[in-house]
């Protein structure tokens, strides 16, 4: 509070560059901190400042029209809320102008089959097996998952644009090849190419390529990280490449792939693999997953068990 | 896992400057501990192939020092307020949160609004590709044909008015308590 107006604007200026992504100058920033400790306690007031108001800005809509008349954090709640509703009401108004296009197509494919269908243009969508969907909206481009693993390859840029809605949350393409897995009311999203827009209509978190998000229905933030995106729908090639992923997930992207209903002990689920399996592989000799995975396997009444190594 | 190796590697390189680092945010006492809570956090937070590990260390530490000067300000900004409550007579109308007491969030959020509307839209929507969409200077930069400095000096602007907004916002609060303090004599 009492800093001379300076020493404010170094702290601004420093501000302005560590908080850029592609800041390297590290050793730089030390040695002026160290300078003295007037120079942290400045930095940190302006960071304080805006890590409080940054939620503010990010409620009240761009461009500055009109000031947001709510709460912020009521606003955010009535945004998630807006886009679901605004989802319902679009289907419904189609549903009720040109009823006998508008019936969702659904598709479905049985464990450890995978299916290519065309969305249009070159555009494509590969399902891998255990994966029921359907396709709404009036140019059938709004792909509803309800359990299961996609593909999209999405290269045309004449045909409009992609939805995807797993659960609650909702990505739209913006050029690219990206996957989404739905599992129970998880959902995770792998970018390789191009980018996604998730949460359109409230968040808009932009998923890069070379991005996931990993998120449940009812979330009330979503946040993208770094990933390995080589794995992206590689269940298409027969191969499954992960780095770190949690076991739960690969365990379910095995029976998906496989048919073979493989479980996982929750002691273990939050274990971490990196590594390629091959499904092929995996079939002919489900045992062979033990060593690969470290874990021990055990047949059970169903299919096999992987718990931690007694 | 070999990622692992490759970042503890970095980390173990880099350990003398990471604790100047810390200790230069003022961690003091604390530092060989954050040190220990950083590698933890660093280690456990790695979902894929980091492109510049001593940035993301770096990195890591930097937010591990906001959020722990941040958690320090809250402590003593509680135990200030439990002061001032405690001051004060049970019943007494100060403790009545009245409609003008505390700037509330709907007139916070208009009073925001209102100032950031004077900004120029281009330094605005600058900050929010920055700030908001996660995209680098460079990037931006580049994707408006503009200097790098063009897009330094207008992150500064808005830094700069969001610092001022949170110091008038601030300086509300203790003026109000102090008034009602005042009508209860």
Do not use: C
Request: a negative charge; charged letters at 30%; glycine letters at 8%.
């Amino acid at each position: 509070m009492t800093e001379s107006p300076h020493l404010r604007e170094a702290a601004l200026d420093w501000l302005v560059r560590t908080n850029d992504p592609d800041f390297d100058g590290w050793d730089e920033f030390t040695a002026w901190l160290e300078a003295s400790p007037a120079n942290s306690d400045a930095y940190h007031r302006a960071v304080a400042s805006e890590a409080e108001l940054l939620p503010l800005v990010e409620a009240i809509e761009a461009p500055v029209e009109t000031p947001a008349k709510s709460s912020p954090d009521r606003r955010m709640g009535q945004r998630r809320l807006a886009a679901a509703a605004s989802v319902a009401i679009f289907i419904a108004a189609a549903t009720a102008v040109v009823v006998p296009r508008l019936t969702p197509v659904e598709h479905s494919t049985g464990p450890g089959d995978v299916r290519t269908i065309a969305l249009g243009g070159q555009d494509q969508l590969v399902m891998n097996g255990g994966t029921r969907l359907a396709l709404i909206g009036w140019d059938r481009r709004t792909v509803r998952i309800e359990q299961g693993q996609v593909l999209l390859r999405l290269r045309d840029a004449d045909e409009g644009k992609v939805e995807v809605v797993s659960g609650d949350l909702h990505l739209i393409d913006v050029g690219t090849v990206f996957e989404v897995a739905r599992n129970g009311t998880d959902t995770r999203v792998l970018v390789s190419e191009g980018a996604v827009v998730a949460d359109p209509a409230g968040a808009r978190l932009k998923i890069a390529a070379g991005q996931r998000l990993d998120t449940e229905d009812g979330a009330q933030t979503l946040k993208a990280t770094a990933t390995d995106v080589s794995s992206v729908g590689s269940f298409e090639s027969g191969q499954l490449v992960y780095l770190d992923e949690p076991l739960a997930n690969v365990v379910a992207d095995l029976r998906r792939s496989t048919g073979i209903d493989f479980s996982a002990d929750p002691s273990i689920s939050g274990r971490r693999f990196s590594g390629t399996l091959s499904i092929r592989e995996v079939k002919r000799d489900p045992q062979s997953l033990g060593p690969l995975l470290g874990v021990a396997i055990e047949r059970s009444t169903q299919g096999w068990k992987l718990k931690g190594k007694g | 896992m070999l990622k692992h190796d490759g970042l503890q590697k970095v980390f173990e390189a880099n350990r003398e400057a990471l604790l100047r680092y810390l200790r230069a945010h003022g961690a003091g006492d604390a530092t060989e501990d954050l040190l220990q809570e950083l590698w933890l956090k660093a280690a456990g937070g790695i979902s894929g192939p980091i492109a510049s590990p001593r940035s993301y260390l770096f990195r890591a530490a930097t937010n591990l020092m906001i959020d722990r000067r941040r958690s320090e300000a809250q402590q003593s900004r509680r135990e200030r307020d439990w002061s001032d409550l405690s001051d004060r007579l049970p019943g007494s109308p100060a403790n009545d949160p009245g409609p003008e007491r505390l700037i509330d969030g709907r007139r916070k959020l208009d009073f925001v609004a209102a100032e950031l509307a004077k900004l120029p839209p281009r330094a605005l929507s600058i900050f929010r590709e920055h700030r908001l969409g996660g995209r680098t200077q460079r990037e931006i930069a580049a994707g408006l044909g503009l200097s790098a400095s063009t897009i330094e000096s207008d992150l500064r602007m808005v830094y700069r008015l969001l610092d001022d907004l949170k110091r008038r916002l601030d300086e509300e609060e203790p003026a109000r308590l102090r008034h009602s303090g005042q009508e209860t004599e």
